[in-house]
């Protein structure tokens, strides 16, 4: 049986004068119902950090979500001399949280916002080179009226798509990782990819006819990556279709997928877990 991978959340966030952080739905709905839709659909757990600076209570979808076994709340305690004002100290919490995660389960927790860019507060980051994929207006997610029951229950009748396509970026990271020629090693999964997200589509658009098309951008960190070749392209994935994505380049109802190098702030770790494989951020377009 395959180990349960988890997500460390934040509320979705956008900065305003350098550390100050803004959510957008308010304090009294930290997270957006689609964001928590999506963190529960395609992860097996959730962790959404306490911390002793500020913290939301109360909110049903996260009780209902605890209470199910999906969510689970690590506390975290804040030097409050780090954060000029309170909202930072989420973001402090998520890294100490993902710290301790991975120093206990190693390659089975990743760090997720919703967010164009990924964020990370100085105290606790550490400059890095990354892998950078955009899978744009790709991945499905229910819309506005399905319940958070209506998407556990679809996990557990169509969990073999969601676990073919977490294996293959899995795969597409180890070809990555392993490889000294990056170009050849990504032609290699690119296309194990565009089927497993032709397949999730499939299984999706049998139980919602109506669905949002999501974006997302994962940071493959891979050590010692500025000894490879830096890769810059821009693959169209054929969704609706079997053929291979040669063929699919500019068919109907197609996604995108690109693939960079690009420096990287990512959470500081002990040097034993440096080599900690995703950082996801969920937006709903990419441009």
């Known amino acids: 049986?395959?180990?349960?991978?988890?997500?460390v959340i934040v509320p979705p966030f956008f900065l305003k004068g350098g550390e100050s952080m803004l959510f957008p739905g308010g304090e009294d709905r930290p997270f957006p119902l689609a964001d928590l839709r999506r963190y529960t659909l395609y992860w097996d757990r959730l962790e959404f950090p306490k911390n002793n600076v500020v913290d939301f209570e109360g909110y049903p979808e996260v009780d209902y979500l605890q209470e199910t076994g999906v969510l689970q709340r690590t506390e975290v305690i804040i030097d409050r001399q780090q954060v000029p004002n309170p909202?930072?100290?989420?973001?402090?919490?998520?890294?100490?949280?993902?710290?301790?995660?991975?120093?206990?389960?190693?390659?089975?927790?990743?760090?997720?916002?919703?967010?164009?860019?990924?964020?990370?507060p100085h105290a606790a980051a550490t400059q890095t080179r990354a892998v950078e994929l955009e899978l744009i207006e790709?991945?499905?997610?229910?819309?506005?009226?399905?319940?958070?029951?209506?998407?556990l229950e679809f996990k557990s009748r169509r969990g073999s798509e969601l676990l073919a396509l977490r294996?293959?970026?899995?795969?597409?990271?180890?070809?990555?990782?392993g490889s000294a020629d990056i170009p050849r090693a990504k032609t290699a999964a690119i296309d194990r990819v565009a089927r497993?997200?032709?397949?999730?589509?499939?299984?999706?658009?049998?139980?919602?006819?109506?669905?949002?098309?999501?974006?997302?951008?994962?940071?493959?960190?891979?050590?010692?990556?500025?000894?490879?070749?830096?890769?810059?392209?821009?693959?169209?994935?054929?969704?609706?279709?079997?053929?291979?994505?040669?063929?699919?380049?500019?068919?109907?109802?197609?996604a995108s997928l690109k693939i960079n190098v690009r420096d990287f702030?990512?959470?500081?770790?002990?040097?034993?877990?440096?080599?900690?494989?995703?950082?996801?951020?969920?937006?709903?377009?990419?441009?």
């Open 87 to 120: 909202y930072p100290a989420y973001l402090l919490a998520q890294a100490e949280a993902f710290r301790r995660l991975e120093s206990e389960q190693p390659g089975l927790w990743a760090i997720g916002q919703s967010a164009r860019d990924f964020v990370v």
């Open 196 to 254: 497993s997200i032709a397949d999730l589509n499939s299984a999706a658009k049998e139980s919602w006819p109506a669905r949002i098309k999501s974006s997302v951008k994962i940071e493959l960190n891979i050590p010692e990556i500025s000894a490879k070749a830096a890769v810059g392209c821009a693959i169209t994935l054929g969704l609706g279709v079997p053929a291979s994505v040669g063929a699919a380049v500019g068919a109907a109802a197609a």
């Open 1 to 7: 049986m395959a180990s349960k991978r988890g997500l």
């Open 138 to 151: 790709a991945l499905p997610i229910p819309p506005d009226n399905v319940s958070l029951p209506e998407v």
């Open 265 to 287: 702030f990512a959470p500081k770790l002990p040097a034993e877990l440096r080599d900690f494989a995703y950082v996801y951020h969920h937006v709903r377009e990419l441009r």
């Open 167 to 177: 294996a293959t970026l899995d795969e597409l990271y180890l070809e990555l990782a």
